[in-house]
């Protein structure tokens, strides 16, 4: 019998190691899995390289996590907030994280690519920019394009709106974002769901992560985000 | 003579809605570009793409109608217009990169006589760059707008003939709305569509760092 539902959020966290990439879903908060971020601050990993569009805003989520010290290096598209000054911020003045800046296509790419077994890809996004200096480039059908290869995760954290036992997975509107793409990425895949149903319950033709690319689901009937 | 009036943001916005046809998908970067949504009429079908994995969404919605889990790539709430879909940020990206995009609308620092756009660093040092995704829909939709001010707050030109702030793309820019008028980028370089009432050529030469030719 398959069943990817585990009791909490220890079960949920165990074995990620020091130095994982971790790919964390969200765009801004909404999507952003923060009780699966509680536990992997409380699990303990450190010298984390975070994968995620936003570098966290206010005092909660990925800022609590490089607050306390985890995180090494933040690999981001938009790393500022509507909320003013954050975290992230603070540490990037002091010198105390590292960033890499990647266009937000590009970013959703690679790891689209790297759940697809796709090596890397040639993308006109960022050519003859300084975010692409130093990448190989080629000319493909009159067009110049850089090279960018694929980026895995050690571990990814998804928020999904309602999931089975299977790991079948549904989304809530524009909660869906990165989450999908990164449930392919990673070698394990933890979701934090607000709904757990049964088998079947899912209308097939509706399901958008198929449970293949789970690992594990911990029930968090976790309320609305905070914007 | 009379004196010209520089545009307010809104009526940029209001000016640049008006050249939207019926049935264009358009994505609009955050700032101004997002203002142009409010003066296209309902009843003129645009599909509004927003890069978070929305098609066809809609104005924002009063206070007690807010659905917690919908915003725009601004990270405000908005609405699902009848019709429209959700879809993961890859698939988002293709419709982006695969052309599959009528327009972009960009907000920029600069714009160049070549297409060049200057719209997400300024080279300071001081806090974090951040690109979101202007890159992708600058290289990837099939025409990319840019609507800014003619100038900088302390007067300095923003149509230029090389950007010197860091670049977004390049060679992708059609047309720039600014508040002072509209311009074509052509081979030969910024052509004048439309000045504000009562502004003639030679002064919004003046206000320029490249040359504007007549149409």
Redesign the interface.
């Known amino acids: 019998m398959i069943d990817k539902i585990v009791a909490g959020m220890a079960e949920a966290m165990a074995g990620v190691a020091d130095g994982a990439v971790v790919l964390v879903g969200g765009?801004?908060?909404?999507?952003q899995p923060d009780a699966l971020i509680e536990g992997l601050l409380e699990q303990g990993a450190r010298d984390l390289t975070i994968v995620a569009?936003n570098?966290g805003g206010g005092e909660g989520g990925l800022s609590r996590l490089m607050r306390h010290g985890r995180v090494r290096k933040l690999v981001c598209?938009?790393?500022?907030s509507?909320t003013g000054p954050t975290i992230?911020?603070e540490l990037?003045?002091a010198g105390k994280i590292e960033?890499e800046?990647v266009?937000?296509?590009?970013l959703?790419?690679r790891?689209?690519a790297a759940g697809a077994g796709i090596p890397a890809f040639f993308?006109?996004?960022?050519?003859?920019?300084?975010?692409t200096e130093g990448k190989e480039s080629r000319e493909i059908a009159g067009r110049p394009c850089v090279l960018e290869h694929a980026l895995f995760g050690d571990l990814a954290l998804v928020e999904a709106w309602a999931a089975d036992r299977w790991g079948n997975l549904t989304?809530?509107?524009?909660?869906?974002?990165?989450?999908?793409?990164m449930a392919t990425a990673a070698r394990l895949t933890v979701v934090q769901s607000q709904h757990v149903v049964a088998l079947g319950a899912l209308d097939p033709e509706a399901i958008?992560t198929p449970g293949i690319y789970v690992d594990r689901v911990v029930h968090v009937p976790y309320g609305?985000?905070q914007? | 003579m009379q004196e010209s009036k520089p545009l307010a943001r809104t009526a940029m916005a209001a000016r640049l809605a008006r050249d939207i046809p019926d049935g264009w998908a358009v994505n609009l970067g955050i700032g101004i570009p997002t203002l142009v949504a409010d003066y296209v009429p309902v009843e003129r079908e645009v599909l509004f793409h927003s890069e978070n994995g929305i098609l066809g969404m809609g104005p924002a919605p009063p206070p007690e109608a807010i659905e917690p889990w919908l915003i725009n790539a601004g990270k405000q709430h908005v609405t699902l217009r009848t019709g429209g879909s959700y879809f993961h940020h890859a698939d988002s990206f293709a419709m982006i990169r695969g052309g599959h995009l009528d327009l972009c609308v960009l907000g920029a620092f600069e714009v160049a006589e070549n297409g060049d756009i200057a719209n997400w660093a300024t080279g300071g040092n001081e806090t974090a760059p951040a690109v979101g995704g202007a890159m992708d829909l600058a290289a990837g939709a099939k025409q990319l707008w840019a609507i800014m001010e003619h100038t900088t707050k302390d007067g300095r030109a923003r149509l230029v003939r090389r950007c010197s702030y860091p670049l977004t793309a390049l060679g992708v820019v059609r047309r720039v709305y600014t508040n002072l008028g509209v311009f074509d980028i052509t081979e030969r370089g910024f052509v004048v569509r439309e000045l504000i009432e009562g502004l003639r050529l030679p002064e919004a030469q003046a206000r320029s760092a490249a040359t504007l030719l007549a149409d």
């Open positions: 765009f801004g908060a909404v999507g569009n570098a598209s938009f790393p500022r509507n992230f911020d990037y003045r960033l800046i266009p937000q296509g590009t959703a790419e790891m689209r993308t006109p996004t960022g050519y003859g920019t300084q975010l989304y809530r509107q524009s909660g869906r974002n990165f989450n999908p793409v958008v609305d985000p914007i």
